[in-house]
């Protein structure tokens, strides 16, 4: 199933995206505000410009000698000038202008009020009873120029607040899911047989309650999980005894019948019992397996366990003897539960006894770092078969009839179980065939756990 997305990072990406959004828009409606404010201004600009020019142009218009006779004002020192000024009388006659105006920006004749071309905004002012006019013009760049510094004075700092913003609107959102991460650490960290609730401590009111459900689905499962092993457990338990009794007087039977018929159906019998002997044996172990307590608190040496487990395997299977390769003078420590590991190897070995070619050994190897591989000889199993092998009461094809030393094909419980102990934990089971540096054969592999 593929994960979701952080909710933190989508809480952070989220606050921050939206603050951001805002702040542009806020930005811009700023922008539109200036603009505005800023055009009031210049207008008011250029009307204030006109009204104190034009009387003080009429006056020095009046005393000229020439009043007809075109002047330019002389400029007192080198400038850009923003706004430039044309003085005329009603036909267009210039009588007085700016040192840097373009005549050619004016209408033939002059024109009061304002009014904008396709790159000055003008106004024009008039005196003398309309026979004296004014008109000031000023560059359309110049405003667009003023309103980009007023909107990039909002913006620059924008460029510091983001990630400013970000990061604290990080730090924020993790501080408020602490406990939130806390909580998802300790369900992380719990071994897959672990089903007691989960401390919740300080969550968010809207986690509260699913983290109150999952305690509830936790306690429901480990009644249902603790039944059903409880009733392996007993049931196996409870038939060992009638199952030995009824064995032990089978065997008594089988001396005192005579040979014949009747002394091959009581061998029959005998087999049948010994099978369910075996099995009620393994439904205890994988009662045991799925039961937890898996890890031991300290971790412990098992190359004694893994050569005790190797010898009752040869006594029991003569004449196949298993091959054990383990670091010589040195321990392997796992926190493993021993007599979880003692079920694992034993099982483990079993399989490869009884499904692996006979003419072929079976290999033990240990390594120091923990890592169990049990091999053995054999056709290669199908990659399809293969991943099925781990199901209960699952087995090869072509397995349910090899037998070893009077001992039938087993119950199919043997790899369930070691992948349970494996599971249990918080490591795996991996199967390979053909073997690891053979061409045919099978190899079961288990990580041991280690003290982290």
Known sequence: MRSGSSLQRRLGLGLTLGVTLLWLVATLASGLVVRNELDEAFDSA???????????????????????????IAMLRPHTELLSYLVRDAD?????????VDPALFDARPRTGFRTLDHHRLYGESAVSDTIFIEVAEPLAHRRNATWDAVMALLLPLLLLIPVSLLGIWLLVRFSLQSVLAYKGAIEARGAGDLSPVTAARLPAEIEPVAQAVNQLMERLRRALESERSFTANSAHELRTPLAAALAQVQRLRRETPDGPLQQRVSQIETSLRRLVRLSEKLMQL??????????????DVVPVLRHVVEECRREFAGRAPQLSVPEQTPVFTTLDVDAFAILVRNLLENALKYGDEQQPVRVCLSQTGVLRVSNGGPVV????????????????????????????????GLAIVEAIARGAGTSLTLHSPASNRQDGFEAMVQLPQQG
């Open 46 to 72: 250029l009307e204030e410009t006109a009204q104190r020019i034009l009387p003080l142009a009429v006056t020095e218009i009046v005393n000229r000698e020439e009043p007809l006779l075109p002047q330019q």
């Open 92 to 100: 267009g006659n210039v009588l007085l202008q700016s040192h840097d």
């Open 287 to 300: 009662a045991k397996a799925e039961g937890g307590a898996l890890v031991s608190a300290e971790p412990h």
């Open 382 to 413: 199908p990659e399809a078969v293969l991943a099925g092998l781990t199901a209960r009461f699952s087995r090869a094809p072509g397995t349910h009839s090899a037998t070893h030393s009077g001992i039938k094909a087993g119950s199919g419980l």
